[in-house]
Nanobody
Framework: QVQLVESGGGLVQPGGSLRLSCAAS????????MGWYRQAPGKQRELVAA???????NYVDSVKGRFTISRDNAKNTVYLQMNSLKPEDTAVYYC?????????????WGQGTQVTVSS
């Protein structure tokens, strides 16, 4: 199957930066969309940013101009550069990938990484 492993979360002061990484491994034939979601306490999980295999990207309005999503197809890895972080960015961030394996097409999720923005 497919595993997604995230890294890069942590505690940062308002205005600071963090870079999240998510590496996919396993029986991968092709990865289509890769994206980052987040879930804050008491709130629903929301899409933060996504990148399609052709290079198209989209962002939730609240992070436009501050976050940048990118991917390295050779490494099956997606990144989220987060700048000018705000306390409201505090959440568990999850990586998701739409993957074509040797047997099927499906959605796969990482385990989540905590991002806390606080002084």
């Amino acid at each position: 199957q497919v595993q997604l492993v995230e890294s890069g979360g942590g505690l940062v002061q308002p205005g600071g930066s963090l870079r999240l990484s998510c590496a996919a491994s396993g029986s991968i034939r092709n990865i289509y969309t890769m994206g980052w979601y987040r879930q804050a306490p008491g709130k629903q999980r929301e899409l933060v940013a996504a990148t399609m295999s052709g290079g198209t990207t989209n962002y939730v309005d609240s992070v436009k101009g501050r976050f940048t999503i990118s991917r390295d197809n050779a490494k099956n890895t997606v990144y989220l550069q987060m700048n000018s972080l705000k306390p409201e960015d505090t959440a568990v961030y999850y990586c998701k990938a739409v993957v074509h394996t040797t047997g099927s097409l499906g959605d796969y999720w990482g385990q989540g990484t905590q991002v806390t923005v606080s002084s």
